[in-house]
């Protein structure tokens, strides 16, 4: 018999072998490529959105924000974004920056952090299982923080790196107060729903394209304590749920200090990117780290044809897959003009032909 989807990912997560490897969407296609499989999956008869309920082992879940108003286009750090649109969409591009040009620390103190009592915790627990209820026995994945990514939007990314090596004490006041507030919404979503959490999802991009953002010795000086401080209340607080960690790029030389800090899942697995092969990975981390990730938006999925998709899928599925420790997932957002025959082609490989027809089935318009 076919497992739940939580025992699916549990299984895998702990180094056994599941009756498949768990997919993942991941963080999922893009606004205008969800369009696109929305509209080109509805000539088929498929109804793209419950596809993917149907399809994804994980639940992302976070409790929802009750807090204060906040003025348009600014989120709960002061950080103020600019609509901007482009030929067939539209992102928000950050206009304000409230730590840009920090200087000394007590301007970092006075800074109006936000609250973490900010978001309803004591409806939480009926929200998840009210999705479990609607979309079946699926592992749940929350939120816990992404402090040095918070912190390059507040400064600018060139700021930030610069801060590194030139003001750390900056950094580490900012890193303070950013990890106090998820430290702290890390513990009030404990304490509401502990048993029910599978997997903490933590980020913060350390990786460019063919090395790191930043020397390993900044890591372990400035980033390091932050990240272990975290990673060690979420595994004291819910000693039975995965720490999983994300990070674009080529990440290999660093991987050994993100599994000190407390890492169990490494999520992206940017396969394009520099040292970041999956057998290399597999064969330096495969027996103390499980990964998430590993299908190409940069060139498989774009730019390949259905059956060479298949093909890579199944050689992820057996250098990153066997025995368990991994979730198969694209790398990152699908981009749009990704042809939708290479998005079921990954689902018919990872599923198998079975299920693959059963979720097609329950789709249909």
Same mark, same amino acid.
């Given at each position: 018999?076919?497992?739940?989807?939580?025992?699916?990912?549990?299984?895998?997560?702990?180094?056994?072998?599941?009756?498949?490897?768990?997919?993942?969407?991941?963080?999922?296609?893009?606004?205008?490529?969800?369009?696109?499989?929305?509209?080109?999956?509805?000539?088929?008869?498929?109804?793209?959105?419950?596809?993917?309920?149907?399809?994804?082992?994980?639940?992302?879940?976070?409790?929802?924000?009750?807090?204060?108003?906040?003025?348009?286009?600014?989120?709960?750090?002061?950080?103020?974004?600019?609509?901007?649109?482009?030929?067939?969409?539209?992102?928000?591009?950050?206009?304000?920056?409230?730590?840009?040009?920090?200087?000394?620390?007590?301007?970092?103190?006075?800074?109006?952090?936000?609250?973490?009592?900010?978001?309803?915790?004591?409806?939480?627990?009926?929200?998840?299982? %009210?999705? =479990?209820?609607?979309?079946?026995?699926?592992?749940? #994945?929350? &939120?816990? @923080?992404?402090? !040095? *990514? /918070?912190?390059?939007?507040?400064?600018?990314?060139?700021?930030?790196?610069?801060?590194?090596?030139?003001?750390?004490?900056?950094?580490?006041?900012?890193?303070?107060?950013?990890?106090?507030?998820?430290?702290?919404?890390?513990?009030?979503?404990?304490?509401?729903?502990?048993?029910?959490?599978?997997?903490?999802?933590?980020?913060?991009?350390?990786?460019?394209?063919?090395?790191?953002?930043?020397?390993?010795?900044?890591?372990?000086?400035?980033?390091?304590?932050?990240?272990?401080?975290?990673?060690?209340? %979420?595994? =004291?607080?819910?000693?039975?749920?995965?720490?999983? #960690?994300? &990070?674009? @790029?080529?990440? !290999? *030389? /660093?991987?050994?200090?993100?599994?000190?800090?407390?890492?169990?899942?490494?999520?992206?697995?940017?396969?394009?990117?520099?040292?970041?092969?999956?057998?290399?990975?597999?064969?330096?981390?495969?027996?103390?780290?499980?990964?998430?990730?590993?299908?190409?938006?940069?060139?498989?999925?774009?730019?390949?044809?259905?059956?060479?998709?298949?093909?890579?899928?199944?050689?992820?599925?057996?250098?990153?897959?066997?025995?368990?420790?991994?979730?198969?997932?694209?790398?990152?957002?699908?981009?749009?003009?990704?042809?939708?025959?290479?998005?079921?082609?990954?689902?018919?490989?990872?599923?198998?032909?079975?299920?693959?027809?059963?979720?097609?089935?329950?789709?249909?318009?």
């Amino acid at each position: 018999m076919s497992m739940t989807s939580r025992a699916r990912v549990r299984t895998a997560l702990s180094h056994k072998e599941p009756d498949r490897a768990p997919f993942s969407w991941g963080f999922g296609p893009t606004y205008e490529m969800s369009c696109i499989l929305r509209e080109q999956l509805a000539a088929m008869g498929v109804n793209y959105d419950r596809l993917r309920l149907e399809t994804d082992d994980i639940l992302r879940l976070n409790p929802r924000y009750v807090g204060p108003k906040l003025p348009p286009h600014t989120d709960i750090w002061g950080i103020r974004y600019q609509p901007t649109r482009y030929p067939g969409g539209a992102y928000e591009q950050i206009e304000y920056k409230p730590l840009a040009g920090t200087e000394r620390v007590e301007r970092v103190l006075r800074h109006p952090w936000p609250n973490p009592e900010w978001y309803d915790y004591e409806s939480f627990a009926s929200e998840i299982d %009210a999705a =479990r209820a609607l979309h079946g026995e699926k592992a749940v #994945m929350v &939120t816990a @923080g992404n402090p !040095f *990514e /918070i912190y390059c939007w507040m400064t600018g990314l060139e700021e930030a790196l610069i801060n590194l090596i030139v003001q750390p004490e900056i950094v580490r006041c900012a890193m303070a107060q950013i990890c106090g507030f998820f430290l702290r919404r890390l513990e009030r979503i404990a304490e509401a729903v502990g048993d029910r959490i599978d997997l903490w999802f933590f980020a913060d991009d350390l990786g460019g394209q063919n090395g790191l953002l930043l020397s390993r010795t900044a890591y372990r000086r400035v980033l390091q304590p932050f990240h272990r401080t975290l990673f060690s209340a %979420a595994r =004291r607080l819910t000693p039975d749920a995965f720490i999983a #960690m994300h &990070t674009d @790029g080529a990440v !290999f *030389e /660093i991987v050994p200090d993100l599994l000190d800090a407390g890492m169990e899942v490494l999520e992206a697995v940017q396969v394009d990117c520099l040292h970041m092969e999956p057998e290399r990975l597999a064969a330096a981390y495969g027996d103390r780290l499980s990964f998430h990730g590993g299908v190409s938006v940069q060139k498989l999925l774009p730019f390949a044809d259905p059956q060479t998709v298949t093909r890579e899928c199944q050689r992820l599925l057996r250098t990153l897959g066997a025995g368990g420790g991994y979730i198969i997932a694209p790398t990152h957002a699908i981009q749009v003009h990704t042809p939708v025959a290479n998005v079921l082609a990954m689902l018919r490989s990872v599923l198998g032909e079975e299920e693959y027809v059963r979720a097609i089935a329950a789709s249909a318009l």
